[in-house]
């Protein structure tokens, strides 16, 4: 296993086993806070000898990926259905990970504290993925039982060249989306009386807060660097790569523990309303 952070993280990247993936991150994560690993933060790694046999995003030839309008209605008052709404989750969270690692390998240059930031992402995303997958086997089910949907990866896939693109559209809008969704989730699985889920949710709230605030760091200091306007700038990303309209109910109080600004947020809601 390298003992480079960027180049271990492409290899537990391309790693498709969940329990593998989630371990060994685990492990790098503990590494790097122990000086066991280093970091080389200009290496391009694109060009890497090896680089070429890694497919990456590593995941498991199940569950099916296919388009979110296939995915499966979630009844809420049988465990089939809560089932199918956990998994959901813990597709997202094992995505998480995955685009957490490929920050870290893909741009290179940026300041050690941006390397060490997404891989405490990565680690966190790691662990909620756990909790979900645990909570799955208590219901009789696993990871790759239900079909998924890939919109968060295709996010990723079209910013793989532009790292203010890839900051402004994926932690900041496609996962920041999770803190909206996530209060009326938690209410929906504690009225149908799984606590554990519910619990699990609290948990995941409060590391997601943490981790678009990552977003919305490295996306006003990439600005910042740049001398751009971050709500013009991030208007025009959303537009060039077509990212989703967002729409409400929002949760503010998440949404400004994570960084947002009043701009910001006042912008969201006029979009919203249009």
Known sequence: MPTELRQAALVWLAEAEPSRKVAGV???????QSGEVALHS?????MAPDQAQLSIPG?????ELVSPLAVKRRNMRTVEGRATLIHALAHIEFNAINLALDVIWRFPGMPDAFYADWLQVAQEEALHFSLLQEHLVTMGYRYGDFPAHNSLWEMATRTEHDILARIALVPRTM??????????LRAKLAQAGDMAAAAILDIILRDEIGHVAVGNRWFGWLCEQGKLEPLATYAELASRYSAPTLRG???MEARRAAGFSDAELESLLGQASD
């Open 26 to 32: 685990t492990d790098l994560h503990s590494a790097y």
């Open 42 to 46: 200009a290496a391009d790694l694109s």
């Open 59 to 63: 995941r498991p030839l199940q569950p």
């Open 175 to 184: 996962e920041a989306r999770g803190l909206d969704a996530s209060p009326p």
């Open 249 to 251: 109910p929002f949760n």
